[in-house]
């Protein structure tokens, strides 16, 4: 999908001046609350009308103050998956679904209901009213009405954020699923980061109303190490989980990982803050860390006031923070040889 | 010793004298719609020689009068349209029955607009609309009604029939031509300005209209009220009368 | 025991068939006007708001003498109607335009509360999902507003069955075909010989009036368990 937006739009007390032109299938718009993400998302859909400028989506003009072309809301469909999940609360799970669908001729459909509703574990839902829903179910039924609705586009305005953690976690693989099952190019709009690395490759970071900055989402991520509390954190996605000694170990390429925040479940996925990882220059005698590996340092790069190396295990990539001291005094360099040594309790489970 | 006498007895004189002379300057009529003219021409030429009399007039259907008075309002002189509504405060003791006597007769006609083809009351059902006095409280429309009855007409009319509350009302209905016709009497019509008489009802149909007047109970203690009520019985007074067309007996 | 003439019945009767026919006709465009008021932005929208609402500040006896002036023979319309074949002054389509005209603001404003109510997200999410905006009014707005709209109506209906001012204006009373509930007692009152008549009927008009009242109140109360 190809999208190309350059619009102005003057409001009360906001302005907001976006220009950028970019294509994929999964692309974040990344910002803090009150940025302009959700007034962008408005705009596009075509919601609010805005004062001048241009919105094309893959060739097609929906808006052009020059040409006066303004296509309604209606025709343009790009479907919006909300942060509160907006369902019609007179209208049954099914007939939420259908609401779209039914109003899209025929030709045009191109999402199965059956498979839809396989995909969203929505079986069971279907002839229930949407008042008694639980947070994770309103949003899944929310993200089956839009999808099918066959949009060209899927706007996911902080779909996560009215969920617990827990929830926003078992909620993301739905929503990359769906989007790649029925071919559905999708924008993901959200403050966290986590998240952005989770649905999308490519980000435009928005603040104070414009496009501050185009990139992928790990270079947004590990730009930010520097500034976050938390550093850059490293997504390990893990299955096949044993039981070790009060732990749990995951297979991690050749290697096994223990960690004590693991369940049984099959798969799971990890973060480890970049701050949590220790480098020695030698193997270090004994150490109450369960996890210790041998690594080479791909490449480092400044981010704020502290240095970042990339670290290669066998095959996998960690990235690990240090002050400028501190790299001076191992001597990290492109090359080198490190050990990494990390607590079982440094992992937090994700969902 | 004295004059702190003097003095009570003036403070009292002077407040007691705007109350007398306000109840002895006023008096209260409760007349049927249709003297109104009439009753305003008498009041002005009394007015003109007793200065100081002053008149508060209340003109209406008689039924919604007789209540008015049953119901405390104040009335020095009543005159109705028929004598039932008399009759309903003499039986209440409201009226000095010894000043009952008939002020005037009327007759009754129905007027409206030329051009419908209406002679006499047999034609009256090529029109759709007809007002009335509500038979339940203006004289006017128990004439009528009488009289449509003893003509065989009334079930005929039926839904044609808009009740109005005097008879000046219907009158008024007639002249904006919002009804086709009205039944009024004989003295409205004749200030009508566009509604023309078409027929008069015939009299052997309904009971000779005749206003009987009475001062009422506390008009009767009225000085300037019973002076009035003399003067309504004058030669002047009938002379009037005829001049507006109410026959006098 | 109700002492009740053939005539009684008839007003009973004809006040509700005025009230039924000035709330149904009163309905589409006071849902058309909320809608604007609610969810609409336009030049002159405080003059529509006033214009709402004047009806409810001026003495009902003034609307009715505005609108015999409109509808009258000699009125503004009076021409046209003529010349139509259209009669409305002193036939029961009077009677219906007062009740509606009186009424008409208290529709409204129920409506507009049942409509401001609902959140304007579904709406947008309506509209992305395919639906134009008379389809969204339909499939969404209207059945969300159901409270707003039945409190309306059977708040007209108990105002329709209460009119007099402008009914006896313009409508005239005619029994059988204007004389509803209100004018009826009115000649009764003026009439110092029918006071059991006048009860009877006073203790109809309190039925019915409870009736829609109660009727109001559980449907109202089903409606806010639904959603």
């Keep these: 999908m190809e999208i190309r937006v350059d619009v102005k739009k003057r409001f009360e007390k906001f302005t907001i001046d976006a220009d950028f032109a970019v294509a994929g299938e999964r692309i974040g718009v990344f910002g803090e609350s009150g940025s302009g993400k959700s007034t962008l998302v408005g705009l596009m859909a075509g919601l609010h009308e805005p004062d001048q400028g241009e919105i094309v989506l893959d060739g097609d003009c929906l808006f052009s103050s020059r040409n006066r072309i303004n296509v309604p809301a209606e025709r ?10 907006s369902l019609f609360p007179h209208l049954n799970v099914r007939s939420n679904l259908l609401y779209g669908y039914k109003r899209r001729i025929v030709e045009q459909r191109s999402v199965d209901f059956e498979a839809l509703v396989s995909v969203l574990h929505l079986e069971d839902l279907l002839a229930r009213g949407v008042n008694n829903l639980s947070g994770g179910e309103n949003q899944r039924v929310a993200l089956g009405r839009a999808v099918l609705a066959s949009p060209r586009l899927l706007l996911m305005d902080e779909p996560l954020s009215a969920l617990g953690d827990d929830l926003k976690f078992q909620i993301i693989p739905f929503l990359r699923s769906v989007s790649e099952q029925f071919g559905i190019p999708f924008l993901f709009i959200s403050h966290s980061l986590v998240e952005m690395r989770l649905m999308a490759d490519k980000v435009l970071v928005v603040a104070g109303g414009r496009i501050a900055e185009q990139t992928t989402t790990d270079a947004l991520a590990r730009s930010r190490m520097g500034l976050s509390p938390v550093g850059y954190i490293n997504l390990l996605k893990l299955a096949s989980p044993r039981r070790l ?48 590996f041998k690594c080479t340092v791909a490449n480092t790069f400044a981010a704020g006031n502290r240095i970042g190396a990339e670290l290669v295990c066998g095959e ?36 | 010793m004295k004059n702190g006498h003097l003095q009570r007895l003036l403070c009292l004189f002077i407040l007691v004298l705007p109350m007398a002379s306000a109840s002895a300057g006023e008096v209260h009529l409760s007349v049927a719609a249709s003297l ?96 009335v006095g509500s038979p339940k409280s203006v004289p006017a429309g128990t004439y009528a009604m009488e ?23 219907c009158l008024m209905y007639a002249e904006r031509g919002e009804v086709d016709g009205a039944f009024v009497y004989n003295t409205d019509a004749l200030q009508a300005r566009h509604a023309k008489i078409l027929f008069a009802v015939p009299q052997e149909l309904y009971q000779r209209v005749i206003y009987p007047m009475s001062l009422t109970v506390t008009g009767s203690r009225n000085a300037d009220a019973a002076a009035f009520f003399r003067f309504l019985q004058s030669g002047e007074a009938k002379g009037v009368l005829d001049k507006f067309g109410f026959a006098v007996k | ?111 507009r509360i049942g409509m401001e109510s ?110």
């Design chain 1, 76 to 85: 343009r469909h790009i479907a919006i998956v909300f942060q509160q999940p």
């Design chain 1, 245 to 292: 000694d009060g732990l749990f170990a995951y297979k991690w390429g050749r290697e096994e990982l223990l960690i004590s925040a693991g369940n049984d479940k099959a798969e799971a996925i990890f973060e480890l803050s970049s701050k949590d990882i220790i480098l020695f220059k030698q193997h270090p005698e004994a150490i109450s860390a369960r996890n210790l």
């Design chain 1, 316 to 351: 996998k990539t960690l990235v690990a923070e240090m002050t400028r001291q501190a790299a001076a005094e191992l001597g990290v360099t492109e090359g080198c040889e490190l050990f990494a040594a990390f607590k079982a309790s440094a992992f937090r489970r994700l969902g």
């Design chain 2, 36 to 131: 109104k003219d009439v009753c305003n021409e008498l009041t002005d030429r009394f007015a003109g020689s007793h200065p100081g009399v002053k008149f508060m007039k209340n003109y209406g259907g008689s039924g919604a009068l007789a209540k008015q008075v049953e119901n405390g309002a104040p009335s020095d002189i009543f005159i109705s349209a028929n004598l039932e509504w008399m009759e309903h405060l003499r039986e209440r003791r409201l009226v000095d029955t010894t000043s009952i006597c008939t002020f005037a007769c009327n007759s009754l006609v129905f007027v409206g607009f030329a051009d419908r083809g209406v002679f006499a009351l047999k034609d009256l059902h090529k029109l759709e609309r007809i007002a």
């Design chain 2, 147 to 169: 009289a449509l009855k003893n003509a065989g007409i009334d079930r005929q009319l039926g839904k044609k029939l808009v009740m109005a509350r005097d008879v000046r009302e």
């Design chain 3, 1 to 111: 025991m109700l002492a009740l003439t053939p005539a009684d019945y008839d007003a009973v009767g004809l006040s509700i068939k005025v009230a039924l026919t000035a709330m149904a006709v009163s309905l589409p465009f006071g849902i058309v006007y909320a809608y604007l008021l609610t969810f609409r932005d336009f030049k002159g929208k405080v003059l529509f708001e006033v214009a709402v609402n004047l009806p409810l500040t001026l003495p009902p006896v003034v609307i009715g003498y505005l609108l015999l002036r409109l509808l009258g023979k000699q009125g503004w319309l009076g021409p046209l109607l003529e010349a139509a074949g259209i009669r409305i002054i002193f036939t029961w389509k009077a009677a219906v335009i007062a009740s509606a005209v009186v009424g008409f603001p208290l529709l409204v404003r129920s409506i």
């Design chain 3, 118 to 227: 609902i959140d304007r997200q579904m709406i947008q999410a309506s509209r992305t999902l395919g639906a134009p905006w008379y389809d969204t009014l339909a499939t969404v707005i209207l059945p969300l507003s159901l409270h707003g709209i039945l409190a309306g109506s059977s708040l007209m209906f108990a105002r329709s069955l209460g009119e007099f001012g402008a009914t006896i204006i313009v409508a005239g009373n005619i029994p059988g075909v204007t004389q509803t509930i209100p004018l009826a007692i009115y000649e009764y009152a003026s009439s110092p010989t029918s006071e059991e008549l006048a009860m009877s009927l006073c203790v109809v008009a309190v039925a019915i009036s409870l009736v829609a009242l109660f009727l109001h109140e559980v449907l109202g109360k089903k409606l806010v368990r639904r959603n």
